[in-house]
Nanobody, 124 residues
C-alpha cells in the first residue's frame, strides 16, 4: 500500500511557475514508477508526465514538453513537477500516481495508487 500526498498548488499568473511535490509513504518507493495527471472541470483526467524507478528519461505529454520537468528523489520518497511558462489551459487539479512496476506508463488505468490532488489555477 502506498499513500500519496501532493502539495504546491496555487494561483499564478500566466507565464509564471509552480513546483508540485508528492510525498509517498512506504519503504519500497524506488520500486514504483510515478506519474502526474491532471483533470480540468468537465474533462477527463489526462496524462502529464511519468518517470521510471531511477528517475531517468521522463515522459511528457506534448502539451507540456519543454515547460514541465518531472524528477524524483528516492531518498526522500518524493516526486516533483516543476511547471514553467504556465498557461491558463494548464488550470486543473493535478494528481500524483504510483504504478506498481519499475517502468513508467502514460495511461490512467496503469496506476495503482492516487493522491487527493492539488489545485493549480493560472490566470490570464
Amino acid at each position: 500500500q502506498v499513500q500519496l500526498v501532493e502539495s504546491g498548488g496555487g494561483l499564478v499568473q500566466a507565464g509564471g511557475s509552480l513546483r508540485l511535490s508528492c510525498a509517498a509513504s512506504g519503504r519500497t518507493f524506488s520500486s514504483y514508477a510515478m506519474g502526474w495527471f491532471r483533470q480540468a472541470p468537465g474533462k477527463e483526467r489526462e496524462f502529464v508526465a511519468a518517470i521510471n524507478w531511477s528517475g531517468s528519461t521522463p515522459d511528457y505529454a506534448d502539451s507540456v514538453k519543454g515547460r514541465f520537468t518531472m524528477s524524483r528523489d528516492n531518498a526522500k520518497n518524493t516526486v516533483y513537477l516543476q511547471m514553467n511558462v504556465l498557461k491558463p489551459e494548464d488550470t486543473a487539479v493535478y494528481y500524483c500516481a504510483a504504478h506498481r512496476g519499475l517502468w513508467s506508463v502514460t495511461t490512467v488505468n496503469g496506476y495503482n495508487y492516487w493522491g487527493q490532488g492539488t489545485q493549480v489555477t493560472v490566470s490570464s
